[in-house]
């Protein structure tokens, strides 16, 4: 056998490689990740807007200009989306108040104020966002099924353990001491975050934040006069 019959007969073994239509320029692959991105922004819309329990798919397809059928290419079901969404808000709101601590001078007290203040000025400049959050969220039972409110829960009290420790390096308690301080204040926080959103924003963000950071103060405080003992 020649050598140009084996070049032929191992190209014929190769599998081909199956190029995806293009349309616009995009492939379906593309195509279709575009409009799940449209569902995922008319989600928030209409979401944020209305309330999770006031809309109905087709609404959310009246808002992204797409048909049922699309929603469904992406998701199974609204909670679905909804689930989507709120992972995707979570991960923008942790990502900020963790960017704010980062920057923040060493001092632990600006550390506090820095991490608090993105936190209520991001949910204050984006009422959908803390709508979905710290409302629907809590009512959707999907995402209380799938455990999904106590992974995010979990998640915010493994962040503020992290800002803890930030904060006072040299502290001188149990991992399991701190952890549950952590969810002690994340829960302080959750619940003033709730009040703030319902009430529509009504106390002034400095009046919320004050109130927010004595607890984070008094413990920084706390634990300062017991490591001088």
């Known amino acids: 056998m020649t050598e140009q019959h084996k070049s032929f007969e191992e190209n014929q073994k190769k599998p081909a490689k199956i190029k995806e239509r293009q349309f616009k ?7 279709k990740q575009a409009r799940r ?43 679905e989306l909804f689930q989507t969404i709120f992972l995707k808000l979570i991960d923008q709101l942790q990502h900020n108040v963790m960017q704010a601590i980062m920057q923040a001078s060493t001092d632990p007290k600006k550390m506090i104020e820095a991490g608090l203040t993105a ?21 959707v039972q999907e995402l209380h099924n799938q455990a999904t409110i106590h992974e995010t ?10 800002f803890v420790m930030l904060m006072m390096p040299n502290i001188n308690r149990s991992e399991r001491e701190i952890s549950m301080i952590s969810t002690g204040l994340n829960g302080y926080v959750t619940q003033i975050a709730i009040r703030w959103v319902v009430s529509d924003f009504k106390p002034s963000l400095e009046n919320v934040l004050s109130s927010c950071s004595i607890v984070f103060l008094s413990l920084l405080e706390t634990f300062s006069e017991k490591e001088k003992i």
């Open 153 to 162: 829960m979990l998640r915010f009290d493994r962040m503020i353990h992290a």
């Open 37 to 79: 991105e449209k569902l995922i922004e008319a989600g928030i819309e209409a979401y944020g807007t209305h309330g999770f329990f006031a809309v109905t798919v087709k609404d959310i397809c009246t808002e992204a200009k797409l048909t049922e059928r699309y929603f469904y290419e992406s998701f199974k079901k609204s909670e």
């Open 25 to 31: 320029g995009m492939s379906l692959t593309e195509r």
């Open 119 to 139: 936190l209520l000025t991001t949910l204050k400049d984006n009422p959908h966002m803390a709508r979905i959050i710290y409302i629907d969220a809590m009512l």
